[in-house]
């Protein structure tokens, strides 16, 4: 049974970077066809698209945050990271990691709550 | 860029079904997914492909899609099902990018 975990901190200051990371286990993070994504949520909010990553390190962003947005893909740890710049208070959500295979979220990780604030 | 448009709440009595609706242009056309999300906890497939189920889901989970709307439709509805519910699909127009839908609480009277 694949499992996903975020881990990273929960407080950022403004205008600094938010750096998560999403351990993969009960499987191969390279093996089968499948995209890693990030997808965060707002307090009270719906689910925002932030972007995904292959195992090639292919990656596609949302448009709205490709600017300051970087995902990576380290293969030897099984895990993959989110790179967010430039935070402000909009930013503060709770940030899942997921896996997409054709299309659809299978697998979840509990998310994790950042709040960024000074 | 797409979007899907999801009423905000839909109120059932137990036994009843419960229909939620998602919004798109020609949406029919894509392949639509659903999640169910509790407070506190991530978000659950419980549609694929416009209307297949996950192994765990019940059978009472169905889905439909046509023309300008997919539906969720839930038979006999528990009080277990309340929650809210996100339609998603993928906007292809150039990159690649998923799309959810705004979601919609499901309250079981």
């Known amino acids: 049974q694949v499992q996903l975990q975020e881990s990273g901190p929960g407080l950022v200051k403004p205008s600094q970077t938010l750096s998560l990371t999403c351990t993969v286990s009960g499987g191969s993070i390279s093996s089968g066809s499948y995209y890693w994504s990030w997808i965060r949520q707002p307090a009270g909010k719906g689910l925002e698209w932030i972007g995904r990553?292959?195992?090639?390190?292919?990656?596609n962003y949302n448009p709205s945050l490709k600017s300051r947005v970087t995902i990576s893909v380290d293969t030897s740890k099984n895990q993959f990271s989110l790179k967010l710049s430039s935070v402000t208070a909009a930013d503060t959500a709770v940030y899942y990691c997921a896996r997409e295979r054709s299309g659809w979220y299978g697998y979840w990780g509990q998310g994790t709550l950042v709040t960024v604030s000074s | 860029s797409y979007v899907l448009t999801q009423p905000p709440s839909v109120s059932v009595a137990p036994g009843k079904t419960a229909r939620i609706t998602c919004g798109g242009n020609n949406i029919g056309s894509k392949s639509v997914h659903w999640y169910q999300q509790k407070p506190g906890q991530a978000p659950v497939l419980v549609i694929y492909?416009?209307?297949d189920r996950p192994s765990g889901i019940p059978e009472r989970f169905s889905g439909s899609n046509s023309g300008n709307t997919a539906t969720l439709t839930i038979s006999r509805v528990e009080a277990g099902d309340e929650a809210d519910y996100y339609c998603q699909v993928w906007d292809s127009s150039s990159d690649p990018i998923a799309v959810f839908g705004g979601g919609t609480k499901l309250t079981v009277l």
């Open positions: 990553i292959y195992t090639s390190g292919s990656t």
């Open positions: 492909y416009d209307s």
